[in-house]
């Protein structure tokens, strides 16, 4: 290769560097500003430190800082909440769920930064997709690549984007291409069009001609394939487990027909059997009639079948409580279900029996599991060889994974778990988690009104739990009255854990019982936040209730719920007499934690993150000067001429917002991502050095022999994008642009390519890490979120890849006629969204019919699905061939209720 020692000293460590962020040893943060400065300690042979210092003033990289101050300004006023809740609607279909959800955020990407889009949207996808009964791993995955793909639309959808055009205008500038320099264009006459002239698009649209193809072509692949490969559970343990739930008196199901009931249209939720008076109905008619007290066995993910059983009034059944519903239900009976309904668990568990276990062949029934063990059977594992049936009635194999509820007397170091399990039991659900118990009024106005709790979207959150409904009337409504729906100025108890207090905070329509309180201290909305105070055990106002204390008018603060460890705290604020060891969760000023850090009432104080409340009142105003902003760059593209850099127009649109009251000045800091700053600034120097010792150059000859070997661009442009992909993956996706860029626009150069085109390929590539959670911020905020695993990442990530390169090389290699590929890509699109319309016209018979023949032939293509049936079959076979036929664990044997097959 054409480089000396310096070239071989850049390279080696630079690949070090892919190693060490490959493994997630160092953020690239700090890798790359380390090796920054070391290239730099040659005495300017590798790199000056002027060149290697350039990278963080560069208008590109200072346009995402500043553009993440627009965000937050947008995002504090809760004015897009609002909007994409209207724009979500309702829907119980994934297809139409992820139609609704991809597509907004897709175009809300294009203009808004995807990082802080996915950061507001995330809650409200939750909050909506347990609304709507679909699993939220089904929306979370979309949810990032949605925002990509939707970011790489236009120049300020994502930072990435932003980098490319700043690295191409100051590369073009310096070597005095000033034509070639700036990504935007005039307005384009007809004759223009005609022959796709693409070089001069307005700041904000520079992109759509190519990368709007691209996100409609990703955009498809996601909704015909979401079966297959997008998760449908939300844990990261068992799946497809075998789980008992009751039908509860009070439930919106008892008195219909199960094929009207709603159950059987929930993804990730299928009824198996139902038991009722002794008899168990395996595979049940959709015509079966619920009656109250009927238990279902349900098939799916713990999560998903919990979320079911609070919409539709069905409570858990864990072992114990299903030997007690063999016998008919009394009074005394009921003890053995919560007062809502299901079978009370403390911290849920996964075991997985072992090979040597002396349960192997034994039902759940005839196992001691309390005495020997401290844990009570709540789930198992379906398959192993065996049919599905009571929950009691499983005969244990090897392999079964087990979900078991703790008892007090259970402890994971006893001799007999040890034996008897393999591996380590893991923690699955803490149902005894910190609580605070907040009341919310309902207004005249709000969305839930004349809604039920379920559908107003106020079960199956994360950390969130409905009590009961204050009537205005002041009557009560408890939480196991499914039916009840909610009208204005109803006050909604609430158990909420801290992580779900600012989701509350933040509901339309909904406003805190202690609000009163609240406005009373003075306290601007601008600087109000949460806080957690530990009350202190010797603190003076240990043993006084917080009206005698008069918390407001002696700490200018007001609180708005409290925890007591062990015990849920009486629903009334104001009257609870407070003990040491209490936290309280208290609103109040931002400096409020700083100023009585050393009060000894307390003895812990900490923020609550993101609790600031929305400044509504100031929503119009966020979203007019952010559009403003966009304009300012639209017009100037369409005149050819630029009014104002993209930059100072973002901090004058910030400083607008700060004097508006839409944010504060703290928000504004802690706004900025100060990693992905670092990132990028180093990664601008060391692509300088890469570049300044031949190493980019010698790489772009590959890329260029690529090019004439196959006489065309479109194939040089390919390799570009591919190489920009992979390195996307493990790099971030700023990194890797920044890396590419200079090896590409040598390449571009020497080839006669476009710049303009060049660094479109890049900006493609640079985005499309789909793999590796851990290569864009976005995979890792929803990667987070809904609890998935890296595999689950790869499995939807690895195709989609795959099927990216591919929509890319056309695109790449069909450039010219961009008008053409915009046709066919918009009306695949459209007919792939719309013409699933067609099957919710038809009868819910054929519904189900057409969705039992789906899942067939999904099982029938899924390979470890395959193997699971080999081995069934084998272990089946030789069962029989070593116990005959009248083996002592068959159901008759054991005199378990009778059978019967629908």
Known sequence: MGFGWQGSVSIAFTALAFVVMAADWVGPDVTFTVLLAFLTAFDGQIVTVAKAAAGYGNTGLLTVIFLYWVAE???????????????????????????????????????????????FMIPILISWGRRCGVPIKKLLIPLSYASVLGGTCTSIGTSTNLVIVGLQDARYTKAKQLDQ???????????????????????????????????????????????????????????DLLIAVRVLPSSSVAKKKLKDSGLLQQSGFSVSGIYRDGK???????????????????????DVVEFVGEEFGLGLVNADAETSAERPFTTGEESVFTPTGGAPYQKLVQATIAPTSDLIGRTVREVSWQGRFGLIPVAIQRGNGREDGRLNDVVLAAGDVLILDTTPFYDEEREDSKNNFAGKVRAVKDGAAKEFVVGVKVKKSSEVVNKTVSAAGLRGIPGLFVLSVD??????????????????????????????????????????????????????????????????????????????????????????????????????????????????????????????RHDKSFVLLQPVPDSSPPKRSRMVIGVLLATGMVLTQIVGGLKSREYIHLWPAAVLTSALMLLTGCMNADQARKAIYWDVYLTIAAAFGVSAALEGTGVAASFANG????????????????????ATAMLSELLTNNAAGAIMYPIAAIAGDALKISPKETSVAIMLGASAGFINPFSYQCNLMVYAAGNYSVREFAIIGAPFQI???????????????????????????????????????????????????????AQTLNPKLIIERRNSIRRQASRTGSDGTGSSDSPRALGVPKVITA
């Open 73 to 119: 300004g947008i995002t504090q006023t809760g004015g897009l909440e609002l909007i994409m809740n209207f724009v979500l609607g309702r829907s119980r279909s994934v297809h139409w769920a992820l139609a609704r959800s991809m597509f907004p955020v897709m175009c809300l990407s294009a203009f808004l930064n995807n990082t802080p889009c996915v950061t």
């Open 181 to 239: 320099a700036k990504f935007r264009f005039s307005i384009l006459r007809r004759t223009e069009l005609s022959c796709a002239n693409t070089d001069m698009l307005p700041p904000c649209t520079r992109l759509p001609m190519h990368a709007v193809p691209y996100a409609l072509w990703g955009f498809v692949f996601i909704l015909l394939t979401q079966a297959f490969l997008l998760p449908g559970n939300s844990s990261r343990y068992a799946k």
């Open 280 to 302: 168990y109905l395996s595979k049940p008619d959709p015509n079966w009639v619920l009656e109250p007290n009927d238990i279902l066995y349900a098939a799916g993910e713990f």
């Open 471 to 596: 009537r205005a009337d002041g009557s009560s409504v408890e939480a196991s009255d499914y039916l009840y729906k909610i009208q204005p100025d109803d006050t909604i108890w609430i158990a909420t854990d801290i992580g779900a207090v600012g989701f509350l905070a933040k509901f339309p329509g909904l406003e805190l019982v202690q609000q009163e309180q609240v406005d009373k201290t003075g306290t601007s909305i601008l600087y109000r936040h949460l806080v957690q105070a530990a009350v202190s055990h010797k603190g003076p106002i240990v043993g006084k209730t917080v009206r005698d204390v008069r918390f407001r008018t002696l700490y200018n603060a007001a609180v708005v719920a409290v925890h007591r460890e062990g015990a849920r705290v009486p629903l009334k604020v104001q009257d609870i007499v407070l003990q040491g060891g209490d936290v309280l969760l208290i609103s109040c000023h931002t400096n409020w934690a700083d100023e009585h």
């Open 703 to 722: 890329i260029i022999s690529i090019g004439k070997n196959l006489h065309s661009d479109g194939a040089a442009l390919i390799a570009i994008y591919i």
């Open 803 to 857: 099927w990216l390169m591919i929509v890319a090389g056309f695109i790449l290699c069909y450039m010219k006629e961009w008008h053409q590929v915009w046709i066919v890509s918009w009306i695949c699109t459209a007919g792939i969204v719309l013409l699933p319309a067609l099957y919710f016209l038809l009868p819910t018979k054929v519904q189900l019919r057409i969705d039992a023949f789906f899942d067939r032939v």
